[in-house]
């Protein structure tokens, strides 16, 4: 196989090279351009081409960590193929602390985008077409929404081999059957023949130090699975994730104060309890319960809820064996993390 260069936004490096690529993205109203900084690393080998991206929603910041310390990786001298890392792709929401671009558009709702389009769609054609265009495989770092958070999870879609292959490879405790929401930058790979994970961990604008390293830890498994990178000398064997195949949320039945009763990576049976609801002068108390089997995999940190509000996300679970595979993986995952492998 011919192994040579490869070209990002006119910039090229030939193999054994690394750069920083600032791509021009818009410009603000004070005539001040912006770019999304791209970081490119071309192994003096062939391999895969993986894209790994960050903030497409701009207060999703744990993967910006995660890629800050992937690029430290001394490993990445000895890379085949190419990793072109972004850590902040919705670069104006990024600043002003922000989900969604300043028209309001979630860019991950905007793809494929186009190049005469919103600023939405601008950004998002252009991300797909400097970055997507060209690779064979995906990883897109999210977290929970504001004032929600979720447990570490991989989100793809397992009718696809690869995907599946990858997603059981990076090492998060659970693993979601998700299908393809229009717009979304998964789908817009998807119609590339481009595998893409998301992996799920955290709130939005909060560092967590436990999903960052797990998150770490995913990229650099699935990059060895990818043969990009060597494998360890000495494998160990991995308990196998939890498949979620449906998840449902449990709402608030009343408004008032919540106060938690459960916790993300809690397995729950149904009919257990997983909060209450008391109004501010404790007069009346009404439990939250779970509806059926399964993982607490998201829930929301925000104590003042409304009627209606989405406050316990739960993965489905089904039979005894299905309860014991799950906590051999959460027992697994988190005593892999206490002890910081």
């Known amino acids: 196989m011919t192994w040579g260069p490869v070209t990002i936004c006119g910039t090229t490096l030939k193999p054994g090279e690394r750069a920083t690529v600032d791509v021009p993205a818009t410009a603000l109203s004070t005539h001040t351009e912006v770019t999304m900084p791209v970081h490119v690393v071309h192994g003096r080998r062939p391999g895969p081409r993986l894209f790994v991206c960050a903030a497409l929603h701009g207060d999703e910041i744990n993967g910006v960590e995660i890629i800050r310390r992937l690029m430290r990786q001394s490993a990445l001298r000895r890379l085949s ?4 890392a972004v850590p902040v792709v919705n670069v104006l929401g990024f600043v002003s602390l ?4 300043p028209d309001r558009r979630d860019l991950n709702r905007s793809f494929p985008g186009s190049t005469s ?3 939405a769609a601008r950004l998002a054609n252009l991300f797909l077409t400097e970055v997507v265009s060209g690779s064979t495989h995906g990883i897109d770092l999210h977290t929970g929404a504001i004032h929600r958070t979720n447990y570490p999870q991989i989100r793809a879609n397992l009718g696809n081999a690869d995907a599946e292959r990858l997603a059981t490879a990076f090492g998060a405790p659970i693993v979601i059957n998700a ?3 229009e717009g979304s930058l998964r789908a817009a790979a998807r119609e590339s023949g481009i595998p893409v994970l998301v992996y799920e961990a955290g709130e939005a604008l909060r560092f967590e130090e ?3 390293r797990a998150g770490l830890r995913g990229v650099l498994r699935v990059m060895r699975a990818l043969e990009m990178l060597p494998r360890p000398k000495e494998r160990q064997e991995r308990v196998p994730p939890i498949i979620i195949r449906s998840s449902g949320w449990a709402r608030a039945p009343s408004s008032g104060v919540l106060r938690l009763v459960t916790h993300n990576g809690a397995l729950v049976k149904a009919g257990d309890r997983l909060g209450l609801i008391n109004d501010p002068y404790g007069e009346t108390e009404i439990e939250i319960v779970a509806r059926a089997d399964g993982i607490v995999i998201g829930h929301t940190t925000l104590p003042v809820v409304n009627e209606g509000d989405a406050l316990f996300h739960i993965g489905r679970t089904e039979g005894t064996e299905a309860a014991a595979d799950a906590m051999d993986a959460l027992d697994a995952f988190e005593s892999e993390v206490g002890n910081g492998e």
């Open 81 to 84: 193929g190419t990793l072109i």
């Open 210 to 212: 436990v999903s960052i």
């Open 179 to 181: 299908g393809l929401r």
């Open 98 to 101: 922000s989900r969604y671009l």
């Open 117 to 119: 389009g919103s600023l």
